[in-house]
């Protein structure tokens, strides 16, 4: 059974850092892309970054380019994503989740994490 756990969430100040962890289990995920979420109450849920999990190759959202990196740590099954430049606007329960490569729908998700920025 494939399992997805978030953490590294947490409250911080607009400017600053945060490093959000995945914890995969259940499978090996050698032709599965790995893909971060988010979603903020209101609103509807948006997709941040992915990596494939074989090649390395990431995706970003326009919003995140240039402030935020996806990445993964084979030997661990760990998938990270790095959040610098914090802005009051990336406040959201951010997701882990994951599809296999070829497809278009995210097949298992995590809990997720709170991520609050203060202004």
């Known amino acids: 059974q494939v399992q997805l756990v978030e953490s590294g969430g947490g409250l911080v100040q607009a400017g600053g850092s945060l490093r959000l962890s995945c914890a995969a289990s259940?499978?090996?995920?050698?032709?599965?892309?790995m893909g971060w979420f988010r979603q903020d109450p209101g609103k509807e849920r948006e997709f941040v970054a992915s990596?494939?999990?074989?090649?390395?190759?990431?995706y970003y959202a326009d919003s995140v380019k240039g402030r935020f990196t996806i990445s993964r740590d084979k030997a661990k099954n760990m998938v990270y994503l790095q959040m610098n430049s914090l802005k009051p606007e990336d406040t959201a329960v951010y997701y882990c989740?994951?599809?296999?490569?070829?497809?278009?729908?995210?097949?298992?998700w995590g809990q997720g994490t709170q991520v609050t920025v203060s202004s």
């Open positions: 990596i494939n999990w074989s090649g390395g190759s990431t």
């Open positions: 989740a994951t599809r296999a490569v070829g497809s278009s729908t995210y097949i298992y």
């Open positions: 259940g499978r090996t995920f050698s032709r599965y892309v």
